[in-house]
């Protein structure tokens, strides 16, 4: 694990340096006639000055870096249109000129795929932060659904479930700025903000007529990666994302497990995982193999292909393994989840993930211009399947009680412009009601009961056999 981590930030750095610089594609130069109808509706629409011109310039920038970089091949001139098509409603000389360009590029990008985007530079600063783990805001997780912000769930101990926040809540005004019409990056700029400043935000709720409105006062979020803990002698290491040093964290929770009890097995959950870093991924993957492939990036230009392996240290060598995911496990955690199951390390259990099996690399376009972050390659498994849209399926489906389920799970599949990806995933091995497997104690949740039911009984057959009847499921 030691050889692979020093190895890799060196990979990321060429990766990330690839995407920025010169491809072998083939395909033709974006010149100045192709972006002509962009730029001229531009300079026509905004205002006059030092910052029509640099934004006027960040057009080709940004247009010809997709060009070269973009998975699959490009047609500029979609682009060009998409973006000329919000500039052409604007008075002549009316726009200011960083707003107007942020609109019309992401309306060109946003014709790509559902991830790709322009960030200016405070969104550009929210995704530093987000990388640190430390940030101003609100504390919760959102999605976007019919052009509103959704909440998935509440941060414990933050503004928003302070505030009286609930899962499918869905925000329709921020302040004086209404909602519909914005991009999610947008909205969760919004969202963000120097701790101790306020903010409202008006809410639409299921079961009211009226909607309402709710006054917060931003606070330092932070977010912690990893939890631990013994169960028994199952050691369990949740997860809740990759933007951070998790290998090293991983390492120092088993380090720090074992001192204590050596485990019997190894519970990794990653419900409710967004992803992260794709450098954290691979070698939270490296943690629990000793060989095989973990990863493969399959990107247009030479830059953009990569296959990583695991090398010869693996810690709990041996331990029997279940990895548990839902349909928001997502992007890094699915690189996981399939790294470790197409190796046969771990069985994994829960619902069908998310289905986001693309790579996007953000570059920085200068000093207070923003960056691009762009979609640059799709990865696959160590079986050479990719989850993009189907997901990675679980070994065993863990079906939860239908009033557990406060927010409807929307999935990569669901999104527009969503990029083609693999077939379905092989159906699963075994398909369980979670109430029906027996809870050691009241604070451990039924997905995990399953899973430490499984490590007991040590095989899909016995655990089946071992599970409480149906009838007698109706109790809990």
Known sequence: ???????????AATWLLAAAGASLAASPAVTDEMLAPLTSAYVQAVKPGEQAELHRELFGTVLRRVQRSYPREVDVSELVAAAVKTIEPLEPQSGEPAEVFTKAINAALATLDPHSRYLDARAQSNQRSSITGSFGGLGMEVDMVDGLVRVVAPMAGTPAARAGLQSGDLIVRFDDQPVLGMALPEAISLMRGKAGTPISLMIRRAGRED??????????IRTQLLRWSMEGDV??????????????????AIADATAIRTPRAVVL???????????QAVTTADVFLSAGDIVSLRGRTPGNRRTWQADAVEQLAGVPMVVLIDGRSASAAELVAAALQENGRATVMGQRSFGKGSVQT??????????????????????GRTVQRTGVGPDVELVAARATTAVAARREADRPRALPGADEP???????????????????????????AFLEAGGIETFLAALEPEEAAASY
């Open 426 to 452: 092989l159906p699963p091995k075994a398909r369980v009601e979670q109430s029906r497997c027996a809870l050691p104690r009241k604070d451990v949740d039924p997905a995990l009961a399953c899973a430490l």
């Open 269 to 279: 959950d990653m419900r409710g995982n967004p992803g992260g870093l794709l450098v």
């Open 235 to 252: 050691l369990v290491l949740r997860l809740s994302s990759f933007m951070g040093t998790v290998s090293a964290m991983l390492e120092k």
């Open 211 to 220: 909607e309402f409105k709710v006054s917060m006062v931003r606070d330092t």
């Open 1 to 11: 694990m030691t050889r692979l981590l020093r190895a890799l930030p060196p990979l």
């Open 362 to 383: 953000t570059v920085s376009l200068g000093a207070d211009k923003g960056a691009l972050k762009l979609t640059t390659a799709l990865y696959h498994g160590p079986s």
